[in-house]
Every structure is written in structure tokens, then in C-alpha cells.
């Protein structure tokens, strides 16, 4: 190593009156994993979009390649050999393989397009970094997550990419894909690429990081070597807060059995599951990616309509045609993308939180407001939602105060049943700590939890019990003692695990 | 996030402005028109201005208001007030009781609207599509029925007691229209902006998979919104052949682009920019002054359909440009 | 290796079973429609008429493409998307500039430059409201729409203007090789059209930037560009179009504004045409002769005028309904 690729020194960036930056620091070596970590609001990304020429710095220094740029725009720092591969997929769903890849740097025959040679050159890419076969003709929508990933990688790859810049790659990606994903990138590192990764994960950051820079309140507080460090150095400086309190214990009574599931089915998704979930009690579930465990929630949610076996909450057979007949029965569910199914940002804090339980503040048809306005002052209180009131747009709260407000309308709701579906994803260590509390909570009060998530090290330490699915069936159950998430991974990509419980 | 804050306070300024600047421009034209259209400001000529030219597209507006407001859009609301007016009309010309036709009318509206609430959930076909495609089939039916679209004129005495009950009549020293325009909106308002069923229209209108997610029965919402803007619209039609004593094809498309424009002018000054009653009826109010104004300072009719084009696209371009500045 | 399964899970699989059985239906209905015309209409299936019908197309056509054009810049989700309603009535209002010029002794070349003209800038005025005042296209398009349609009864006083210039009687009826001046137009503006869209750097990014705004922002394409460049052609189309339609009829008349239906009903109904269910050249131009033959079967075999829209609207509703089914569910 020694080759520095990129060299930022000093930067400060304010928005009014709010400084995002101030001071930071930011120093890649050719050849090098680099992490980028830091709460949500640390500068994170405000430090990425001044390198990608989104946003001009007020002082400070860029350089590449010892070269120091002035008037960064996305044009110029492209052209430079910085590439951005972006958290969200952003591929054109109906293009080709080749299309994708190629897009902006499309292979010429005269004026017309050649798409032999886009296409021969694509398979050629995809198989030499890879060792891929994927037909070039593909259509984006029809790939995997991960196969996404791969070819937004490849595109910057085939514009000579000297510096790959990766926000939160691995957020949707299952373990398997996640190892897959990283022997990539430490083969890129080996052609003397330097790499910037940005991650909510710690464990990936000790996995893949040769070195790491933690950012917080917008200065540079630590770079280290995250191998040498510890996990909790390395929170600390991030949170200045003890790792100890990032997963809060609970000690609660499990009562009897509310939610029993029984040999439900799907075709194409699972078959004959069967658990149970009790009161005060945390159930995680996990698998990978198309195991089925995804599916499962929806049945119970009314989404879907399972084609064999059934299941019943506290003792009475349940038959749900829609979700309306989930929520009538007192089943909630915290679905994961809070977007599109979690809050609407248009809505206020009020109108979201009443949503699912507007019978019980109205009459004959009309809302009682006086009503309305006790019953979410109340829940806004409890959860302690931090809002300016409760006319305030979602659209204004932070990410975390959304799944608040996500959680929040269930519980007017008294409900009997919570599904949550990757709650923490992609939201900073605070809210994370925040929701944990939250799920402690309603168990507390004697509510069933159906926690499923495909981030192993918190199902190993919230969850009371643990379920993990493998193409389509629970294969193994783990009970609390037996939790730790080495385990649940072998589990989970179907290895043989000594000492759990084995279903069926 | 760190940058939300300033400008979350510069969005505010703005749509105020926004609101502002519709509703003085309002205010600026009725002033322009009091001053330069002689005889803008008298009675007979206000009065006139309600009763026919706001009553009716006020109505429509009220229904495009519901729709737009759980997202969608309606494109066949001129099929469901010519099918309850061929309806209506033809009841009555084969002797039927004036109520028989207005029930047959509004059942014809109502059958539009349920037509259109199949599409749409059933057939998971967008709103703007399903109409479109209803507004086709809705024109064929016409000419069919019509022998290519030859207008049904009852203009005889012997027709006359049930159109003269309700367009000639009163109510409490009203004009019934006018009458039948309070209550709609009233009713509208209640379903709006007080009932739950508003609170689902919200929710539909923002993000439909969080309504689903959180227990709304999704396609009986929509299907209330389309039955209800058809219903409206079947009123409409009725109100219409009252008045004019005749059945014209195809004529109720001519509410479309203002219906649309009223809603979202109403869009523009309301404080929270959802679509909202009160908007739409200043919004049909404007369009009326615009369009009564124009021709008494001597516009022809061709002129007016520029001006008025032009007054929706600014407002547009002034609500959007202005207030939807987020990203 | 995890990557490699390409479309490991089921559904993808399933939704391309589907896909591929709304295609071959589309195709077939296409087909069993011109063998049921070539059974039962008598001179269905003569050259003399073959022909007409794509000359009579080719009005429609080219405002096919129009649309086309436009559904690839900005999406196909017509009420979020993109859409350009005003094109039929744009084109009525070109059709009038040319006439009205023609008619005050104008040259040929002078009343079709400001014809095209005219389109282009209504197409910009469309192009600037949805990409710089950011008002959704179906509003902005709608109100432009009943302002260039009140400008061409303005123009004409709502009356027929006669028109026949050198230009007008060429392609009215000039001939080539047995084919009239109107379907070479329509040749001619698919193949260019074709080679352009489906074969250049251009087309690629246009659908780009339909297919994924973001995606291709982030691919460094500037969108705005490309979509205001959308409207813009769709007003040139129309422009184009508009001598096509005095030439026709010698005159401009009023009631161009109601081809608005056909021709967004031949956009929508030329997707189920293509693998990925998204506008082509080619795929619209088999649904304007669709809706051409069905047209002329129906005058041949006497059934009344009156069905036609009422056809094409079930025609719209059967192929969006059936696309919907063969797409993918999103959210995978």
C-alpha cells in the first residue's frame, strides 16, 4: 500500500445556520477498504456528496490521486475515476444487463448503437471480475438484489473506476450475498482499487475494513484499524455511549401462548410451519433471502392467503381474506419498507398514529376530534415521539421518530399481536437502541412479538426464542440460551448445528 | 437530515405565498372585472352568474374533488351527467313521473361509477386509464342510443311541470339548483373533512399501501370515491336537462378540464394543499368571474377557452412550481 | 455461488409465463381479427385496400409516435407520469396555422415551417411547465390542450380553411411506386424513428430516463433534457402531422382534438407488442394498423361507425388490465 487515492483535509460545510461538516477529515489509500461509519447526522453523507460534487464545501481541500480538484462536479469526479454505487438500486428496471452497464458509455458503430459489442463486453466484464454467467440480455428486473448490486459495481468497473464509493451495500443483501459481495470487493482491492464503505453494520466493517474513519457531529474523531480495536471502542466513539445499553435486557414472565401457528403452508413460499408465539415474549425468525420467512408474515397479516393449514390467536381460529380482518383481530405489523406501507410522510403525526383505530374515536361515521387529539397525545407521550406537535408532517421527523410513529398507531389499537418486519434497518445505533426498548416494552405488557430480521447478532440478543426458516420450513429453533448468532448463521444457509433444538 | 431544518421554514414562506398569490389574484380579477366589464357588478347579472354558471360545475367539482383526493382522477365524469341526463330525459319523454326519471337518471351516473370501481379494483387498471376507457365506451353508448348523437329536445308544454319543478322552483326563497348545491357541498364537507371516511381518502390519496397496511378496506373505499363523484355528477346531469328541457350528447365533457382545474385551484389555497371543498368552490367561482367577465368586455367564446386555459396553467405552474419544490 | 442464480424464486418465472402469454395473445388477436376481416369482408384483403388503410394510418400514426415518444421519456404511469394530452389538439392548431397562411398566399415552405414551428413551441410550453414548474404532466398537457384548441377556433373561427397548395396536392395525390405520398410518410417516420430510438446512444438514455428518472440522473444523463426534448418532438410530430392532415382533406377543419383517444389508446396498446412491456416504434405501429383494420373491417362489413370508440376503449381497458397480470408485482 502507500499510494493515497483520496485526500480530503478540513472540509466544513453549513446549511444556514446548521454546520454538517466541520473540519472533517478523510484519507483512502490506493489498494484499501476504507469504512465510513457514524450516526445518522454524523456528516456521513454530507462528506460523500462533497466528493461526488453534490455539494460545494465552504473550506477545505480535495484531492485524488495527489491531484487536487477544485469545482468538483459529478461530471468531473466521475471522469476522474471516483464512482458511486448508490444505497438505493438505481437501474432502470426494464433495461438489459448490457444497458445498464453500459449507460452513458455505450459501445459506437458510427452513429448506432453496437449492441454485439455491449453485450459480448458486458458477459466478458461480468465473467472476468465475477465469474459470472449472466446472459447480457437480461432484464434488470428479473436479477436478484444482490445480482443489482453486481452489475451497478460492473458499470463503474467498465469506466476504469480507480475509486469505488459504496453507501450501505450490503443493507438488503442476505449473509450469503453479503459474503459474496465482499470477496468482490477484496479482489478489487488486490487490483489496487481503493474502496470507501459505508455501513450501519459493525460486524462488516471488522469483516471487511482495513482501515476506518468515525465521523460524529460533523468532525473526524477516529481513525483506526477496526481489527485492532474493539467493538465497543469503536460504538463509543461513535455514540459516546457504553455498548452495554445497545441491546437492553428484559426480564419478563412469558405467559400462554397467543399466536399458534399451525402447519401453515404456501405453495412456492413454505410449508407446514408450525410455532408458537406467547405473551411477553419475543420470537425472532430469520432466513435468507426467498426462504419463505417474509411470506409467513404476510399470511398472518391477511396479505397473502395461505393454501394449507391455519393459525389462531388466543385460541380463535383465524381466516383473513385482507388486512382489515389482521387488524380487526388485533394483529399489527411493522412493515419494512416504512415508506410505502409504514406512515404516509403526507399525513400529520395525528392523522398517521389514529389511522388504524378511527372506529374508537368516532361516532356514527365522524371523528371525534377532542377524542382523536387526547388518544394520540397519549401514545405520542408513551413512545416519546419527538415532534413539534401532532399536526406536524411526518415528512418532518427523523427516520427514527417515523418507525415511531409506525409502531405508534398500532397501539391505540390494544393490539394482541405484533409483526415486525426488519424494523432497524437502515436507521442510525440511537434509534436502533430505541426501537429494541420499544419491543421490550410491549412485551412487557404482555403483547406476542414475531421479530423478523436478517441481522443475526440482534435477533441473538433481543429474542426470547429464535426460528429459523430454510427453503420453506423451520429447521431449527433456538432457545435463549442457546442464541448467539454464529449459530443462527450456520442455521440459516442450512449447515448442521450441534446443540440447537431440531425441528422436525 | 442536517440540512432540514432551513429549509423546511423556506417551504412554508412559500406556500404561503402560493396560497396568497391565487387568492389575490382572485380577488385582483373580480376587482378588474368590476371596473372595466360594465354591468359586472349588478344584480341580475351576479345572480345569473350563480345560479347557471357556477351550480353545475360546482357540483361535478365536488365529485372530481373526492377523487382527486384519494389520488386518482375521474376522466369520465362527463359520461356519468350525460348518461343520467339521456336517462332522465327519456324517462320523461315516454311519460314516466319527473321522480322516476330523476332515480333512472342517477342510477345511470351510479352504474358509470360502479363501472368505473370495477376497473380499478378489480381489474387493477390505474384511474386515469379506467376512465379514459370509460370515457370511449361512454361516447359509443351515447351515439348508439342516439342514432350517432342527435339531441332529444322537450321543449312542449306537456313536458314541462317536472323540469320547471326542478330547475323553475324554490326553496326557502331559493333557487332549488342553488339549494341542491348547498346541500351537496355540505354533505361533501361532512364526508371530507369530518368522517373517517375522509381520514381514508387522506391516507389513499398520500400512500395507498400504508391505508392497506394499516386496515382500510382499500377497494371499498375507492369504490365509495368513484360511486360517489358518479352520484354528483348524476345530479349534475338532472340539473342540467331541468334547465336547458333537453338531452344533448356528449355535452357533459365540457366539465372535464374546468372540474379538474377548479380542484386543484382549490388545491393550491387550501392551508394543508389537499384538495378540499372550500377550494374547489372558490376555484369554480373564479373560473364563473373569469369567464362571465371576459364576455362582457367582448371576448367571443373561442377567446374565453384561451383565457381560461391559460388562467388553469398559471395557477398550476404557481401551485407545482412554487409549493413542490422538495427534491 | 448465491449470484448466480439468476431468478432463483419462483414468481419471476411465473410472471414471465405470463408475460409471454399476454404477448402471443396480443399477437394472436391481432391475427385471428385480420383472418376474421379476410373471411367475412368482401375487398378486405385487396391490395387497394391494404394500402388505404396504411395511408389512412398514417395521420394517426405519426401521432402515435408522438406519444410514444413521450411515454419513453417519462414513464408509462400516465397519472404520474408523463403523458402529452394536447397533442391531437396541437396538431389541430398547426393545421390551422398552415391553412391560414396558406390561404393568405404564403409559400409552401413558409406555412409548413410555421406550422412545425408552432408545434415545437407548444411541445416546449409542455416540456418547460412539467420539468422547470414541475406541474404533472397530465394537468399541465390537459390545460395546454384547451388552450391550443381555443387558439385554432380563434384561428378558424370554428369554420373549414380551404388549402391547396403545390405541397397539399403532392401529397394528397402523388404517387411512388403504386404507394401514395401519406403511407410513404408513415414508412418513412417508422424507419427513421425506429433506427433512432431502438438504435442510437439517444434512445437508450431516453429510455433511461423513462424507465428509472433517478437512475439515470445517477448515471449522470440530464434528465430535464431529455424529457423537455420529449415534449418538444411530440410537438414536432404534431407539427409534421398537421400538414399530413390539410393535405387530406385539402383544408383544415375542426375536430382534430378528438384524435386524441386513438392515438393514446395505439401508444398504450403498442406495449403488450414488446418483451419488456414498454413503448416501441415498432410495437406502435402495429397497434395504429390494428385499430386501422379494425376500423375498415367494420366500414366493410357495415357495422356502424359508432362502436369505434367504444372498441377502443375496451381495447385500452383489455390491454392495460392484461399487463398489469403479466408484470411483475413491484416491491421484488
Same mark, same amino acid.
Given at each position: 500500500?502507500?499510494?493515497?487515492?483520496?485526500?480530503?483535509?478540513?472540509?466544513?460545510?453549513?446549511?444556514?445556520?446548521?454546520?454538517?461538516?466541520?473540519?472533517?477529515?478523510?484519507?483512502?489509500?490506493?489498494?484499501?477498504?476504507?469504512?465510513?461509519?457514524?450516526?445518522?447526522?454524523?456528516?456521513?453523507?454530507?462528506?460523500?456528496?462533497?466528493?461526488?460534487?453534490?455539494?460545494?464545501?465552504?473550506?477545505? $481541500?480535495?484531492?485524488?490521486?495527489?491531484?487536487?480538484?477544485?469545482?468538483?462536479?459529478?461530471?468531473?469526479?466521475?471522469?476522474?475515476?471516483?464512482?458511486?454505487?448508490?444505497?438505493?438500486?438505481?437501474?432502470?428496471?426494464?433495461? $438489459?444487463?448490457?444497458?445498464?452497464?453500459?449507460?452513458?458509455?455505450?459501445?459506437?458503430?458510427?452513429?448506432?448503437?453496437?449492441?454485439?459489442?455491449?453485450?459480448?463486453?458486458?458477459?466478458?466484464?461480468?465473467?472476468?471480475?465475477?465469474?459470472?454467467?449472466?446472459?447480457?440480455?437480461?432484464l434488470i428486473q428479473t436479477l436478484s438484489t444482490a445480482q443489482q448490486k453486481i452489475v451497478q459495481i460492473t458499470r463503474a468497473l467498465a469506466q476504469d473506476a480507480k475509486v469505488l464509493v459504496l453507501d450501505e451495500p450490503t443493507a438488503a443483501l442476505v449473509s450469503k450475498e453479503v459474503e459474496s459481495l465482499f470477496a468482490v470487493l477484496r479482489r478489487l482491492r488486490e487490483q489496487g482499487i481503493a474502496i470507501i464503505f459505508i455501513s450501519h453494520y459493525m460486524q462488516e466493517i471488522r469483516d471487511i475494513c482495513d482501515r476506518v474513519t468515525v465521523l460524529r457531529n460533523g468532525r473526524t474523531v477516529g481513525v483506526l484499524d477496526p481489527k485492532e480495536a474493539s467493538l465497543a471502542e469503536i460504538v463509543a466513539l461513535m455514540i459516546d455511549r457504553?455498548?452495554?445499553?445497545?441491546?437492553?435486557?428484559?426480564? @419478563?414472565?412469558?405467559?400462554?401462548?397467543?399466536?399458534?401457528?399451525?402447519?401453515?403452508?404456501?405453495?412456492?413460499?413454505?410449508?407446514?410451519?408450525?410455532?408458537?408465539?406467547?405473551?411477553?415474549?419475543?420470537?425472532?425468525?430469520?432466513?435468507?433471502?426467498?426462504?419463505?420467512?417474509?411470506?409467513?408474515?404476510?399470511?398472518?397479516?391477511?396479505?397473502?392467503?395461505?393454501?394449507?393449514?391455519?393459525?389462531?390467536?388466543?385460541?380463535?381460529?383465524?381466516?383473513?381474506? =385482507?388486512?382489515?380482518?389482521?387488524?380487526?383481530?388485533?394483529?399489527?405489523?411493522?412493515?419494512?419498507?416504512?415508506?410505502?406501507?409504514?406512515?404516509?410522510?403526507?399525513?400529520?403525526?395525528?392523522?398517521?398514529? #389514529?389511522?388504524?383505530?378511527?372506529?374508537?374515536?368516532?361516532?356514527?361515521?365522524?371523528?371525534?376530534?377532542?377524542?382523536?387529539?387526547?388518544?394520540?397525545?397519549?401514545?405520542?407521550?408513551?413512545?416519546?415521539?419527538? $415532534?413539534?406537535?401532532?399536526?406536524?408532517?411526518?415528512?418532518?421527523?427523523?427516520?427514527?421518530?417515523?418507525?415511531?410513529?409506525?409502531?405508534?398507531?398500532?397501539?391505540?389499537?390494544?393490539?394482541?399481536?405484533?409483526?415486525?418486519?426488519?424494523?432497524?434497518?437502515?436507521?442510525?445505533?440511537?434509534?436502533?437502541?430505541?426501537?429494541?426498548?420499544?419491543?421490550?416494552?410491549?412485551?412487557?405488557?404482555?403483547?406476542?412479538?414475531?421479530?423478523?430480521?436478517?441481522?443475526?447478532?440482534?435477533?441473538?440478543?433481543?429474542?426470547?426464542?429464535?426460528?429459523?426458516?430454510?427453503?420453506?420450513?423451520?429447521?431449527?429453533?433456538?432457545?435463549?440460551?442457546?442464541?448467539?448468532?454464529?449459530?443462527?448463521?450456520?442455521?440459516?444457509?442450512?449447515?448442521?448445528?450441534?446443540?440447537?433444538?431440531?425441528?422436525? | 437530515?442536517?440540512?432540514?431544518?432551513?429549509?423546511?421554514?423556506?417551504?412554508?414562506?412559500?406556500?404561503?405565498?402560493?396560497?396568497?398569490?391565487?387568492?389575490?389574484?382572485?380577488?385582483?380579477?373580480?376587482?378588474?372585472?368590476?371596473?372595466?366589464?360594465?354591468?359586472?357588478?349588478?344584480?341580475?347579472?351576479?345572480?345569473?352568474?350563480?345560479?347557471?354558471?357556477?351550480?353545475?360545475?360546482?357540483?361535478?367539482?365536488?365529485?372530481?374533488?373526492?377523487?382527486?383526493?384519494?389520488?386518482?382522477?375521474?376522466?369520465?365524469?362527463?359520461?356519468?351527467?350525460?348518461? #343520467?341526463?339521456?336517462?332522465?330525459?327519456?324517462?320523461?319523454?315516454?311519460?314516466?313521473?319527473?321522480?322516476?326519471?330523476?332515480?333512472?337518471?342517477?342510477?345511470?351516473?351510479?352504474?358509470?361509477?360502479?363501472?368505473?370501481?370495477?376497473?380499478?379494483?378489480?381489474?387493477?387498471?390505474?384511474?386515469?386509464?379506467?376512465?379514459?376507457?370509460?370515457?370511449?365506451?361512454?361516447?359509443?353508448?351515447?351515439?348508439?342510443?342516439?342514432?350517432?348523437?342527435?339531441?332529444?329536445?322537450?321543449?312542449?308544454?306537456?313536458?314541462?311541470?317536472?323540469?320547471?319543478?326542478?330547475?323553475?322552483?324554490?326553496?326557502?326563497?331559493?333557487?332549488?339548483?342553488?339549494?341542491?348545491?348547498?346541500?351537496?357541498?355540505?354533505?361533501?364537507?361532512?364526508?371530507?373533512?369530518?368522517?373517517?371516511?375522509?381520514?381514508?381518502?387522506?391516507?389513499?390519496?398520500?400512500?395507498?399501501?400504508? =391505508?392497506?397496511?394499516?386496515?382500510?378496506?382499500?377497494?371499498?373505499?375507492?369504490?365509495?370515491?368513484?360511486?360517489?363523484?358518479?352520484?354528483?355528477?348524476?345530479?349534475?346531469?338532472?340539473?342540467?336537462?331541468?334547465?336547458?328541457?333537453?338531452?344533448?350528447?356528449?355535452?357533459?365533457?365540457?366539465?372535464?378540464?374546468?372540474?379538474?382545474?377548479?380542484?386543484?385551484?382549490?388545491?393550491?389555497?387550501?392551508?394543508?394543499?389537499?384538495?378540499?371543498?372550500?377550494?374547489?368552490?372558490?376555484?369554480?367561482?373564479?373560473?364563473?368571474?373569469?369567464?362571465?367577465?371576459?364576455?362582457?368586455?367582448?371576448?367571443?367564446?373561442?377567446?374565453?377557452?384561451?383565457?381560461?386555459?391559460?388562467?388553469?396553467?398559471?395557477?398550476?405552474?404557481?401551485?407545482?412550481?412554487?409549493?413542490?419544490?422538495?427534491? | 455461488?448465491?449470484?448466480?442464480?439468476?431468478?432463483?424464486?419462483?414468481?419471476?418465472?411465473?410472471?414471465?409465463?405470463?408475460?409471454?402469454?399476454?404477448?402471443?395473445?396480443?399477437?394472436?388477436?391481432?391475427?385471428?381479427?385480420?383472418?376474421?376481416?379476410?373471411?367475412?369482408?368482401?375487398?378486405?384483403?385487396?391490395?387497394?385496400?391494404?394500402?388505404?388503410?396504411?395511408?389512412?394510418?398514417?395521420?394517426?400514426?405519426?401521432?402515435?409516435?408522438?406519444?410514444?415518444?413521450?411515454?419513453?421519456?417519462?414513464?408509462?404511469?400516465?397519472?404520474?407520469?408523463?403523458?402529452?394530452?394536447?397533442?391531437?389538439?396541437?396538431?389541430?392548431?398547426?393545421?390551422?396555422?398552415?391553412?391560414?397562411?396558406?390561404?393568405?398566399?404564403?409559400?409552401?415552405?413558409?406555412?409548413?415551417?410555421? =406550422?412545425?414551428?408552432? @408545434?415545437?413551441?407548444?411541445?416546449?410550453?409542455?416540456?418547460?411547465?412539467?420539468?422547470?414548474?414541475?406541474?404533472?404532466?397530465?394537468?399541465?398537457?390537459?390545460?395546454?390542450?384547451?388552450?391550443?384548441?381555443?387558439?385554432?377556433?380563434?384561428?378558424?373561427?370554428?369554420?373549414?380553411?380551404?388549402?391547396?397548395?403545390?405541397?397539399?396536392?403532392?401529397?394528397?395525390?402523388?404517387?411512388?411506386?403504386?404507394?401514395?405520398?401519406?403511407?410513404?410518410?408513415?414508412?418513412?417516420?417508422?424507419?427513421?424513428?425506429?433506427?433512432?430510438?431502438?438504435?442510437?446512444?439517444?434512445?437508450?438514455?431516453?429510455?433511461?430516463?423513462?424507465?428509472?428518472?433517478?437512475?439515470?440522473?445517477?448515471?449522470?444523463?440530464?434528465?430535464?433534457?431529455?424529457?423537455?426534448?420529449?415534449?418538444?418532438?411530440?410537438?414536432?410530430?404534431?407539427?409534421?402531422?398537421?400538414?399530413?392532415?390539410?393535405?387530406?382533406?385539402?383544408?383544415?377543419?375542426?375536430?382534430?382534438?378528438?384524435?386524441?383517444?386513438?392515438?393514446?389508446?395505439?401508444?398504450?396498446?403498442?406495449?403488450?407488442?414488446?418483451?419488456?412491456?414498454?413503448?416501441?416504434?415498432?410495437?406502435?405501429?402495429?397497434?395504429?394498423?390494428?385499430?386501422?383494420?379494425?376500423?375498415?373491417?367494420?366500414?366493410?362489413?357495415?357495422?356502424?361507425?359508432?362502436?369505434?370508440?367504444?372498441?377502443?376503449?375496451?381495447?385500452?381497458?383489455?390491454?392495460?388490465?392484461?399487463?398489469?397480470?403479466?408484470?411483475?408485482?413491484?416491491?421484488?
Open positions: 500500500m502507500g499510494d493515497i487515492a483520496v485526500e480530503m483535509r478540513s472540509i466544513t460545510k453549513t446549511f444556514g445556520p446548521v454546520t454538517a461538516l466541520a473540519d472533517a477529515d478523510l484519507v483512502v489509500e490506493k489498494g484499501s477498504i476504507h469504512g465510513l461509519i457514524g450516526q445518522n447526522g454524523a456528516g456521513k453523507s454530507t462528506i460523500i456528496k462533497v466528493l461526488a460534487g453534490i455539494y460545494g464545501m465552504d473550506s477545505g $481541500t480535495v484531492s485524488v490521486e495527489g491531484e487536487r480538484l477544485t469545482d468538483i462536479t459529478p461530471a468531473s469526479i466521475e471522469r476522474r475515476g471516483v464512482h458511486f454505487i448508490h444505497q438505493d438500486r438505481l437501474l432502470v428496471p426494464t433495461a $438489459t444487463l448490457a444497458e445498464a452497464i453500459f449507460l452513458r458509455s455505450e459501445p459506437r458503430f458510427g452513429p448506432f448503437l453496437n449492441r454485439r459489442r455491449m453485450n459480448r463486453r458486458a458477459s466478458e466484464l461480468l465473467k472476468a471480475y465475477f465469474g459470472l454467467d449472466l446472459a447480457p440480455t437480461a457504553d455498548t452495554g445499553e445497545m441491546y437492553p435486557r428484559r426480564e @419478563g414472565r412469558v405467559g400462554e401462548p397467543v399466536l399458534t401457528v399451525e402447519g401453515l403452508s404456501l405453495s412456492g413460499h413454505f410449508q407446514d410451519v408450525t410455532f408458537d408465539v406467547r405473551a411477553g415474549e419475543i420470537v425472532g425468525l430469520t432466513g435468507l433471502l426467498g426462504s419463505g420467512d417474509k411470506q409467513v408474515l404476510e399470511c398472518l397479516f391477511g396479505l397473502k392467503r395461505p393454501n394449507g393449514g391455519g393459525f389462531s390467536v388466543d385460541g380463535v381460529p383465524m381466516r383473513f381474506g =385482507a388486512p382489515v380482518d389482521a387488524v380487526k383481530n388485533k394483529i399489527a405489523m411493522i412493515p419494512e419498507d416504512r415508506r410505502a406501507h409504514g406512515v404516509a410522510i403526507g399525513l400529520s403525526v395525528a392523522e398517521n398514529i #389514529s389511522l388504524a383505530s378511527l372506529p374508537q374515536v368516532s361516532d356514527y361515521g365522524f371523528v371525534r376530534r377532542g377524542a382523536e387529539a387526547r388518544a394520540v397525545d397519549r401514545v405520542i407521550e408513551a413512545l416519546k415521539i419527538l $415532534t413539534p406537535g401532532r399536526r406536524t408532517l411526518v415528512r418532518n421527523l427523523s427516520g427514527g421518530n417515523q418507525q415511531k410513529v409506525a409502531v405508534a398507531k398500532w397501539l391505540s389499537c390494544r393490539s394482541r399481536v405484533y409483526l415486525l418486519d426488519e424494523p432497524t434497518v437502515a436507521v442510525d445505533v440511537g434509534a436502533k437502541v430505541e426501537i429494541y426498548t420499544l419491543m421490550n416494552r410491549l412485551a412487557g405488557e404482555g403483547a406476542a412479538i414475531l421479530f423478523l430480521s436478517s441481522d443475526l447478532e440482534e435477533i441473538a440478543e433481543i429474542c426470547d426464542r429464535a426460528l429459523v426458516i430454510y427453503r420453506g420450513r423451520i429447521t431449527r429453533e433456538f432457545r435463549r440460551a442457546e442464541l448467539d448468532s454464529d449459530r443462527l448463521l450456520a442455521a440459516a444457509s442450512g449447515a448442521r448445528v450441534d446443540g440447537a433444538t431440531t425441528v422436525a | 437530515m442536517s440540512d432540514g431544518a432551513p429549509r423546511a421554514k423556506s417551504k412554508i414562506s412559500l406556500e404561503a405565498v402560493a396560497n396568497y398569490a391565487v387568492i389575490a389574484a382572485f380577488a385582483l380579477l373580480t376587482l378588474f372585472f368590476a371596473v372595466v366589464a360594465e354591468g359586472f357588478l349588478t344584480a341580475d347579472n351576479l345572480f345569473n352568474l350563480v345560479v347557471n354558471k357556477v351550480v353545475l360545475l360546482a357540483i361535478v367539482s365536488l365529485g372530481m374533488t373526492i377523487v382527486i383526493a384519494a389520488g386518482g382522477i375521474d376522466l369520465s365524469v362527463g359520461v356519468s351527467v350525460d348518461l #343520467s341526463s339521456m336517462v332522465f330525459v327519456m324517462l320523461i319523454a315516454a311519460g314516466y313521473a319527473g321522480i322516476v326519471g330523476v332515480i333512472g337518471g342517477l342510477a345511470a351516473a351510479v352504474v358509470v361509477g360502479l363501472l368505473n370501481a370495477f376497473l380499478i379494483n378489480g381489474l387493477k387498471i390505474n384511474a386515469f386509464l379506467a376512465t379514459l376507457g370509460v370515457l370511449f365506451i361512454g361516447k359509443s353508448a351515447q351515439q348508439l342510443a342516439t342514432q350517432g348523437g342527435v339531441p332529444i329536445y322537450l321543449t312542449r308544454e306537456e313536458y314541462a311541470a317536472p323540469f320547471d319543478a326542478i330547475a323553475r322552483s324554490e326553496v326557502l326563497g331559493l333557487p332549488t339548483p342553488v339549494v341542491v348545491l348547498i346541500l351537496c357541498s355540505l354533505a361533501v364537507y361532512l364526508a371530507l373533512h369530518r368522517s373517517v371516511f375522509g381520514r381514508y381518502v387522506a391516507a389513499l390519496g398520500e400512500q395507498p399501501g400504508v =391505508a392497506r397496511y394499516s386496515g382500510v378496506r382499500v377497494p371499498l373505499q375507492l369504490s365509495f370515491v368513484f360511486v360517489g363523484c358518479a352520484f354528483l355528477c348524476g345530479i349534475t346531469g338532472i340539473l342540467l336537462s331541468a334547465t336547458v328541457k333537453s338531452y344533448v350528447p356528449l355535452s357533459g365533457d365540457a366539465f372535464l378540464l374546468d372540474a379538474i382545474g377548479a380542484t386543484f385551484i382549490g388545491t393550491a389555497i387550501s392551508a394543508e394543499r389537499r384538495p378540499s371543498v372550500l377550494g374547489a368552490l372558490l376555484g369554480v367561482l373564479m373560473l364563473a368571474v373569469m369567464r362571465n367577465g371576459l364576455l362582457l368586455i367582448g371576448w367571443n367564446f373561442f377567446w374565453q377557452q384561451v383565457g381560461i386555459g391559460v388562467l388553469i396553467f398559471l395557477v398550476l405552474a404557481l401551485s407545482f412550481g412554487l409549493a413542490k419544490r422538495k427534491e | 455461488m448465491t449470484l448466480e442464480s439468476a431468478s432463483a424464486g419462483k414468481r419471476p418465472n411465473a410472471a414471465a409465463m405470463t408475460s409471454v402469454l399476454v404477448r402471443l395473445g396480443a399477437f394472436g388477436a391481432f391475427g385471428v381479427v385480420m383472418i376474421y376481416f379476410a373471411l367475412t369482408a368482401r375487398g378486405f384483403t385487396s391490395p387497394y385496400n391494404l394500402l388505404n388503410v396504411v395511408e389512412q394510418s398514417a395521420i394517426l400514426g405519426i401521432l402515435a409516435f408522438a406519444m410514444t415518444i413521450v411515454f419513453i421519456g417519462t414513464g408509462t404511469d400516465v397519472q404520474k407520469g408523463g403523458v402529452d394530452l394536447s397533442v391531437a389538439a396541437n396538431a389541430g392548431l398547426s393545421a390551422a396555422v398552415f391553412a391560414v397562411l396558406a390561404e393568405a398566399g404564403h409559400s409552401d415552405a413558409e406555412a409548413a415551417f410555421a =406550422a412545425i414551428a408552432t @408545434g415545437m413551441l407548444v411541445g416546449l410550453v409542455n416540456g418547460l411547465a412539467v420539468v422547470v414548474f414541475k406541474i404533472l404532466p397530465l394537468l399541465a398537457t390537459l390545460a395546454v390542450m384547451n388552450v391550443a384548441a381555443g387558439l385554432e377556433l380563434t384561428l378558424t373561427e370554428n369554420t373549414v380553411v380551404g388549402a391547396s397548395t403545390d405541397l397539399v396536392e403532392a401529397l394528397a395525390f402523388g404517387r411512388f411506386l403504386e404507394v401514395s405520398s401519406l403511407a410513404w410518410c408513415l414508412i418513412l417516420v417508422t424507419l427513421v424513428l425506429a433506427v433512432a430510438v431502438h438504435h442510437s446512444r439517444l434512445g437508450l438514455r431516453l429510455y433511461a430516463v423513462g424507465g428509472h428518472r433517478e437512475a439515470a440522473r445517477a448515471a449522470g444523463i440530464n434528465t430535464g433534457a431529455y424529457i423537455i426534448a420529449s415534449y418538444v418532438f411530440s410537438g414536432f410530430c404534431a407539427g409534421i402531422a398537421s400538414i399530413l392532415i390539410v393535405s387530406r382533406l385539402s383544408a383544415s377543419t375542426p375536430g382534430t382534438g378528438l384524435l386524441l383517444l386513438p392515438v393514446l389508446a395505439a401508444a398504450l396498446l403498442g406495449m403488450v407488442f414488446s418483451r419488456r412491456f414498454v413503448p416501441t416504434i415498432g410495437g406502435t405501429l402495429l397497434a395504429v394498423l390494428f385499430i386501422g383494420f379494425l376500423v375498415n373491417g367494420f366500414q366493410l362489413l357495415g357495422i356502424s361507425s359508432y362502436w369505434v370508440s367504444g372498441v377502443q376503449g375496451a381495447l385500452i381497458l383489455l390491454v392495460v388490465a392484461a399487463t398489469s397480470l403479466a408484470k411483475p408485482s413491484d416491491g421484488g
